[in-house]
Protein backbone atom coordinates (compact mmCIF):
# COMPACT_ATOMS: atom_id res chain seq x y z
CA UNK A 1 0.00 0.00 0.00
CA UNK A 2 1.48 3.31 -0.90
CA UNK A 3 1.15 6.77 -2.91
CA UNK A 4 3.44 7.51 -5.14
CA UNK A 5 3.86 11.08 -7.24
CA UNK A 6 5.62 12.29 -10.65
CA UNK A 7 5.43 14.47 -13.31
CA UNK A 8 2.69 14.31 -15.40
CA UNK A 9 3.51 17.28 -17.87
CA UNK A 10 2.71 21.08 -18.04
CA UNK A 11 0.09 23.38 -19.16
CA UNK A 12 0.15 25.69 -21.85
CA UNK A 13 0.53 28.41 -18.86
CA UNK A 14 3.43 26.73 -17.98
CA UNK A 15 2.02 25.12 -14.60
CA UNK A 16 3.24 21.78 -13.56
CA UNK A 17 0.68 18.73 -13.04
CA UNK A 18 1.69 16.02 -10.74
CA UNK A 19 0.13 12.27 -10.83
CA UNK A 20 -0.88 11.00 -7.64
CA UNK A 21 -0.82 7.26 -8.10
CA UNK A 22 -2.38 5.27 -4.94
CA UNK A 23 -1.64 1.37 -5.00
CA UNK A 24 -3.58 -0.89 -2.52
CA UNK A 25 -2.60 -4.37 -1.13
CA UNK A 26 -4.59 -6.20 -4.15
CA UNK A 27 -2.66 -4.18 -6.50
CA UNK A 28 -5.34 -2.21 -7.77
CA UNK A 29 -4.31 1.29 -8.08
CA UNK A 30 -5.74 4.94 -8.92
CA UNK A 31 -4.06 7.45 -10.80
CA UNK A 32 -5.44 11.11 -10.25
CA UNK A 33 -3.90 14.07 -11.20
CA UNK A 34 -4.04 17.52 -9.70
CA UNK A 35 -5.11 19.10 -12.56
CA UNK A 36 -9.33 18.97 -12.22
CA UNK A 37 -8.91 16.86 -9.38
CA UNK A 38 -9.09 14.16 -12.01
CA UNK A 39 -8.86 10.52 -12.40
CA UNK A 40 -6.68 9.13 -14.96
CA UNK A 41 -6.54 5.94 -15.14
CA UNK A 42 -8.37 3.13 -12.05
CA UNK A 43 -7.36 -0.34 -12.71
CA UNK A 44 -8.79 -3.04 -10.88
CA UNK A 45 -9.01 -7.03 -11.44
CA UNK A 46 -11.15 -8.70 -13.65
CA UNK A 47 -12.10 -12.41 -13.36
CA UNK A 48 -8.58 -13.99 -13.65
CA UNK A 49 -6.79 -11.22 -11.80
CA UNK A 50 -5.55 -8.96 -14.58
CA UNK A 51 -5.56 -5.59 -13.97
CA UNK A 52 -8.27 -3.58 -16.42
CA UNK A 53 -8.06 0.10 -16.49
CA UNK A 54 -12.00 0.91 -16.33
CA UNK A 55 -11.98 5.03 -16.99
CA UNK A 56 -11.31 6.70 -19.96
CA UNK A 57 -8.33 9.25 -19.57
CA UNK A 58 -5.56 11.16 -21.49
CA UNK A 59 -2.15 10.42 -21.76
CA UNK A 60 -0.75 13.97 -21.67
CA UNK A 61 -2.33 17.56 -19.96
CA UNK A 62 -2.85 18.64 -23.34
CA UNK A 63 -5.53 15.96 -23.61
CA UNK A 64 -7.27 17.45 -21.00
CA UNK A 65 -6.62 21.06 -21.64
CA UNK A 66 -8.02 20.32 -25.19
CA UNK A 67 -10.51 17.74 -24.72
CA UNK A 68 -14.54 19.40 -23.98
CA UNK A 69 -15.75 15.92 -22.24
CA UNK A 70 -14.53 16.63 -18.81
CA UNK A 71 -13.64 13.15 -18.20
CA UNK A 72 -12.86 12.53 -15.14
CA UNK A 73 -12.17 15.54 -13.67
CA UNK A 74 -14.26 17.05 -10.05
CA UNK A 75 -16.87 19.56 -11.51
CA UNK A 76 -17.98 22.17 -10.07
CA UNK A 77 -19.02 25.11 -8.50
CA UNK A 78 -22.16 23.73 -9.62
CA UNK A 79 -22.15 20.49 -11.92
CA UNK A 80 -24.50 19.61 -14.56
CA UNK A 81 -26.52 22.58 -16.16
CA UNK A 82 -28.10 26.36 -14.87
CA UNK A 83 -30.62 27.05 -17.19
CA UNK A 84 -30.59 30.60 -19.01
CA UNK A 85 -27.24 31.07 -17.57
CA UNK A 86 -28.79 33.15 -13.96
CA UNK A 87 -29.47 32.66 -10.50
CA UNK A 88 -31.01 34.86 -8.14
CA UNK A 89 -29.78 34.55 -4.42
CA UNK A 90 -30.27 36.70 -2.16
CA UNK A 91 -32.34 39.42 -3.84
CA UNK A 92 -29.14 39.53 -6.53
CA UNK A 93 -29.02 38.15 -10.08
CA UNK A 94 -25.51 36.48 -11.13
CA UNK A 95 -25.18 35.94 -15.00
CA UNK A 96 -23.12 33.37 -15.74
CA UNK A 97 -20.99 31.90 -18.43
CA UNK A 98 -23.22 30.56 -21.39
CA UNK A 99 -21.00 27.84 -22.46
CA UNK A 100 -24.28 25.05 -23.45
CA UNK A 101 -25.85 27.12 -25.64
CA UNK A 102 -28.02 29.31 -23.31
CA UNK A 103 -27.10 27.68 -20.58
CA UNK A 104 -24.26 27.21 -18.23
CA UNK A 105 -22.67 23.98 -17.73
CA UNK A 106 -20.03 22.52 -15.00
CA UNK A 107 -19.03 25.51 -13.66
CA UNK A 108 -18.34 27.63 -16.83
CA UNK A 109 -15.80 28.56 -19.13
CA UNK A 110 -13.19 27.37 -16.65
CA UNK A 111 -14.73 25.37 -14.14
CA UNK A 112 -13.23 23.58 -11.24
CA UNK A 113 -12.08 20.54 -13.90
CA UNK A 114 -9.28 23.49 -15.67
CA UNK A 115 -7.59 24.33 -12.27
CA UNK A 116 -4.66 22.85 -10.48
CA UNK A 117 -5.45 21.91 -6.99
CA UNK A 118 -3.39 21.63 -3.83
CA UNK A 119 -2.80 17.85 -3.14
CA UNK A 120 -1.56 16.61 0.22
CA UNK A 121 -0.97 12.54 1.03
CA UNK A 122 -2.96 11.87 3.62
CA UNK A 123 -1.91 8.12 4.36
CA UNK A 124 -1.20 5.30 2.17
CA UNK A 125 -4.36 4.68 0.51
CA UNK A 126 -5.37 8.46 0.54
CA UNK A 127 -4.76 11.68 -1.31
CA UNK A 128 -6.45 15.22 -0.75
CA UNK A 129 -7.00 17.74 -3.49
CA UNK A 130 -7.92 21.46 -1.87
CA UNK A 131 -8.61 24.62 -3.55
CA UNK A 132 -9.70 28.37 -2.98
CA UNK A 133 -12.66 29.62 -5.60
CA UNK A 134 -12.30 32.81 -4.87
CA UNK A 135 -15.31 35.40 -4.71
CA UNK A 136 -16.76 36.28 -8.41
CA UNK A 137 -14.91 32.97 -10.13
CA UNK A 138 -17.05 32.68 -12.92
CA UNK A 139 -19.30 34.97 -11.12
CA UNK A 140 -20.20 32.43 -8.43
CA UNK A 141 -20.35 35.10 -4.97
CA UNK A 142 -18.20 33.70 -2.00
CA UNK A 143 -15.08 32.87 -1.09
CA UNK A 144 -15.62 28.99 -1.07
CA UNK A 145 -12.61 26.66 0.38
CA UNK A 146 -13.46 22.96 -1.49
CA UNK A 147 -11.91 19.54 -0.58
CA UNK A 148 -11.88 16.57 -2.08
CA UNK A 149 -10.61 13.14 -0.88
CA UNK A 150 -9.94 10.44 -2.58
CA UNK A 151 -9.42 6.82 -0.98
CA UNK A 152 -8.62 3.60 -2.73
CA UNK A 153 -8.92 0.83 0.22
CA UNK A 154 -7.71 -3.06 0.40
CA UNK A 155 -11.68 -3.91 -0.99
CA UNK A 156 -10.89 -1.95 -3.86
CA UNK A 157 -13.41 0.65 -3.29
CA UNK A 158 -12.53 4.20 -4.41
CA UNK A 159 -14.68 6.60 -1.84
CA UNK A 160 -14.62 10.29 -2.73
CA UNK A 161 -15.61 13.00 0.25
CA UNK A 162 -16.48 16.45 -0.96
CA UNK A 163 -16.25 19.45 1.44
CA UNK A 164 -16.79 22.66 1.11
CA UNK A 165 -17.35 25.92 3.08
CA UNK A 166 -17.77 29.77 2.46
CA UNK A 167 -17.84 32.97 3.41
CA UNK A 168 -20.84 33.82 1.53
CA UNK A 169 -24.13 32.40 0.24
CA UNK A 170 -23.28 30.80 -2.51
CA UNK A 171 -24.55 27.49 -4.83
CA UNK A 172 -22.38 24.09 -4.97
CA UNK A 173 -23.24 20.87 -6.97
CA UNK A 174 -20.36 18.94 -6.56
CA UNK A 175 -19.55 15.66 -8.77
CA UNK A 176 -17.04 13.60 -10.33
CA UNK A 177 -17.11 13.12 -14.47
CA UNK A 178 -15.67 9.78 -14.57
CA UNK A 179 -16.46 7.51 -17.87
CA UNK A 180 -16.91 3.91 -16.86
CA UNK A 181 -15.97 0.94 -19.18
CA UNK A 182 -15.52 -2.17 -17.26
CA UNK A 183 -15.31 -4.10 -20.60
CA UNK A 184 -11.70 -2.19 -21.00
CA UNK A 185 -12.11 -2.20 -24.71
CA UNK A 186 -15.32 -0.01 -25.78
CA UNK A 187 -18.08 -2.44 -25.46
CA UNK A 188 -19.97 -0.06 -22.65
CA UNK A 189 -23.17 -0.84 -24.10
CA UNK A 190 -23.29 -4.51 -23.55
CA UNK A 191 -22.92 -3.86 -19.99
CA UNK A 192 -25.75 -4.38 -17.53
CA UNK A 193 -27.25 -1.78 -15.57
CA UNK A 194 -29.59 -1.59 -12.32
CA UNK A 195 -30.77 2.04 -11.65
CA UNK A 196 -32.33 2.70 -7.79
CA UNK A 197 -34.68 4.93 -8.99
CA UNK A 198 -38.41 5.15 -9.84
CA UNK A 199 -38.37 8.63 -11.36
CA UNK A 200 -36.40 10.72 -13.48
CA UNK A 201 -36.42 14.08 -14.87
CA UNK A 202 -38.10 15.10 -17.85
CA UNK A 203 -35.50 17.61 -20.36
CA UNK A 204 -37.13 20.20 -22.26
CA UNK A 205 -35.49 22.52 -24.72
CA UNK A 206 -31.26 22.69 -24.47
CA UNK A 207 -31.08 19.13 -22.41
CA UNK A 208 -32.48 21.06 -19.49
CA UNK A 209 -34.85 19.36 -16.90
CA UNK A 210 -38.15 21.60 -16.88
CA UNK A 211 -39.11 20.54 -13.06
CA UNK A 212 -41.35 17.64 -14.04
CA UNK A 213 -40.18 13.85 -12.91
CA UNK A 214 -41.49 11.23 -14.70
CA UNK A 215 -42.10 7.32 -13.65
CA UNK A 216 -39.71 5.15 -15.33
CA UNK A 217 -41.89 2.50 -15.52
CA UNK A 218 -43.33 0.97 -18.94
CA UNK A 219 -40.37 2.99 -20.87
CA UNK A 220 -36.74 2.65 -22.08
CA UNK A 221 -35.36 4.63 -18.66
CA UNK A 222 -36.89 1.76 -16.27
CA UNK A 223 -33.51 -0.10 -14.80
CA UNK A 224 -35.12 -1.31 -11.78
CA UNK A 225 -34.64 -4.64 -13.12
CA UNK A 226 -30.61 -4.88 -14.51
CA UNK A 227 -30.66 -4.97 -18.44
CA UNK A 228 -28.02 -3.77 -20.99
CA UNK A 229 -27.60 -0.16 -21.32
CA UNK A 230 -27.83 -0.49 -24.77
CA UNK A 231 -30.99 -2.33 -25.07
CA UNK A 232 -33.61 0.00 -25.40
CA UNK A 233 -31.44 3.20 -25.73
CA UNK A 234 -32.54 3.97 -29.86
CA UNK A 235 -35.81 3.34 -29.14
CA UNK A 236 -38.39 5.63 -30.44
CA UNK A 237 -38.79 7.73 -27.03
CA UNK A 238 -39.12 11.78 -27.03
CA UNK A 239 -37.14 12.05 -24.00
CA UNK A 240 -34.27 9.59 -25.51
CA UNK A 241 -34.37 11.52 -28.54
CA UNK A 242 -33.83 15.35 -26.60
CA UNK A 243 -30.44 13.78 -25.14
CA UNK A 244 -29.62 11.65 -28.08
CA UNK A 245 -29.56 8.36 -25.86
CA UNK A 246 -28.97 8.73 -21.84
CA UNK A 247 -28.39 12.06 -20.56
CA UNK A 248 -31.13 12.39 -17.63
CA UNK A 249 -30.74 12.94 -13.99
CA UNK A 250 -32.31 9.90 -11.70
CA UNK A 251 -33.90 10.36 -8.58
CA UNK A 252 -32.48 7.72 -6.45
CA UNK A 253 -34.35 5.70 -3.92
CA UNK A 254 -31.80 4.98 -1.75
CA UNK A 255 -28.10 5.13 -0.75
CA UNK A 256 -27.48 2.41 -3.14
CA UNK A 257 -27.61 4.32 -6.33
CA UNK A 258 -26.34 1.87 -9.11
CA UNK A 259 -24.97 -1.42 -10.48
CA UNK A 260 -23.00 -1.53 -13.41
CA UNK A 261 -21.76 -4.84 -14.99
CA UNK A 262 -19.14 -6.42 -17.60
CA UNK A 263 -19.75 -10.04 -18.86
CA UNK A 264 -16.42 -9.36 -20.60
CA UNK A 265 -13.86 -8.74 -17.82
CA UNK A 266 -16.44 -10.26 -15.03
CA UNK A 267 -16.12 -6.80 -12.88
CA UNK A 268 -18.48 -5.14 -11.26
CA UNK A 269 -19.41 -1.64 -10.04
CA UNK A 270 -21.92 -0.45 -7.15
CA UNK A 271 -22.60 3.28 -6.72
CA UNK A 272 -23.21 4.32 -3.28
CA UNK A 273 -24.12 8.31 -2.89
CA UNK A 274 -25.80 10.01 0.02
CA UNK A 275 -26.90 12.57 -2.37
CA UNK A 276 -30.17 12.15 -4.04
CA UNK A 277 -29.80 12.10 -8.19
CA UNK A 278 -27.40 10.58 -10.49
CA UNK A 279 -26.82 11.92 -14.06
CA UNK A 280 -26.65 8.93 -15.90
CA UNK A 281 -25.05 9.49 -19.59
CA UNK A 282 -24.12 7.39 -22.03
CA UNK A 283 -21.59 9.35 -23.78
CA UNK A 284 -23.89 10.51 -26.76
CA UNK A 285 -21.19 13.69 -27.86
CA UNK A 286 -17.71 12.28 -26.76
CA UNK A 287 -17.12 11.99 -30.78
CA UNK A 288 -13.90 10.13 -31.91
CA UNK A 289 -10.34 10.57 -29.69
CA UNK A 290 -7.18 9.22 -28.55
CA UNK A 291 -7.28 8.76 -25.25
CA UNK A 292 -4.47 6.50 -23.21
CA UNK A 293 -2.37 3.95 -24.93
CA UNK A 294 -3.62 5.17 -28.05
CA UNK A 295 -6.77 4.11 -27.45
CA UNK A 296 -9.49 5.28 -29.92
CA UNK A 297 -12.52 7.06 -28.13
CA UNK A 298 -16.41 7.48 -29.73
CA UNK A 299 -19.92 7.82 -28.60
CA UNK A 300 -21.16 5.69 -26.17
CA UNK A 301 -17.77 3.59 -25.56
CA UNK A 302 -18.45 3.96 -21.93
CA UNK A 303 -20.84 5.43 -19.41
CA UNK A 304 -20.99 8.59 -16.84
CA UNK A 305 -22.71 7.85 -13.30
CA UNK A 306 -22.21 11.36 -11.72
CA UNK A 307 -24.19 11.09 -8.31
CA UNK A 308 -25.16 15.10 -7.93
CA UNK A 309 -27.98 17.15 -6.94
CA UNK A 310 -30.73 17.77 -9.28
CA UNK A 311 -29.83 20.01 -12.29
CA UNK A 312 -31.37 23.17 -13.09
CA UNK A 313 -32.31 23.37 -9.02
CA UNK A 314 -32.34 27.00 -9.14
CA UNK A 315 -35.12 27.13 -11.65
CA UNK A 316 -37.35 24.24 -10.48
CA UNK A 317 -39.57 24.27 -7.53
CA UNK A 318 -39.09 21.46 -5.74
CA UNK A 319 -35.61 20.45 -6.00
CA UNK A 320 -33.22 19.61 -3.59
CA UNK A 321 -31.72 23.14 -3.18
CA UNK A 322 -28.04 23.58 -3.73
CA UNK A 323 -27.45 26.66 -1.82
CA UNK A 324 -25.02 26.46 0.29
CA UNK A 325 -25.35 29.23 2.92
CA UNK A 326 -22.38 31.65 4.40
CA UNK A 327 -20.55 28.91 7.17
CA UNK A 328 -22.40 26.21 6.55
CA UNK A 329 -20.42 22.90 5.85
CA UNK A 330 -20.91 20.82 2.79
CA UNK A 331 -19.90 17.36 3.03
CA UNK A 332 -20.79 14.55 1.12
CA UNK A 333 -19.79 11.15 -0.37
CA UNK A 334 -19.77 8.89 -2.82
CA UNK A 335 -18.05 5.40 -3.44
CA UNK A 336 -17.61 3.47 -6.43
CA UNK A 337 -16.89 0.18 -4.78
CA UNK A 338 -15.30 -2.98 -7.32
CA UNK A 339 -15.83 -6.72 -7.35
CA UNK A 340 -15.74 -9.43 -9.67
CA UNK A 341 -18.69 -11.70 -10.54
CA UNK A 342 -17.26 -15.28 -11.87
Same mark, same amino acid.
Not at 8 to 24: H, K, L, Q
Given at each position: ???????F???R?G??????T?????G???? %??? &????? @??????????? %????? %???????? &?E????????TI?R????? +???????G?? !? &?????????????????? /?????? @?????????????????????N????????????L?D????????????????????????? /????G? +?????Q??????E?F??????TL??G????????? /??F???????????????Q???????????? %????H?A?????????R???? !????G???????????Q???????? @???????L?T?? &??????????P???L????????TT?Y? /?????
Amino acid at each position: MSVSVRPFGSTRAGEEVRAYTITNAAGACAV %LLD &YGATV @QSLLVPDRDGK %LTDVV %LGYDSVAG &YEDGGAFIGATIGRVGNRI +GGACFSLGGK !T &YALAKNDGENTLHGGKKG /FDRHIW @QAEIVDALSVRFSRLSPDGEENFPGNLRVSVLFTLDDDCALRIVYDAVSDADTLVNLTNHSY /FDLSGC +GRAMEQTLWLNAERFLELGAGTLPDGVQLPVEGTP /FDFRTPKPVGRDIDADDKQLRAGGGYDHNFC %LGGGHAATLESSVTGIRMDTF !TDLPGVQFYSANCLGEQTGKGGRKM @QDRCAVCLETQL &YPNAMNCWGFPSPVLRAGQRLHSTTCYA /FSVVK
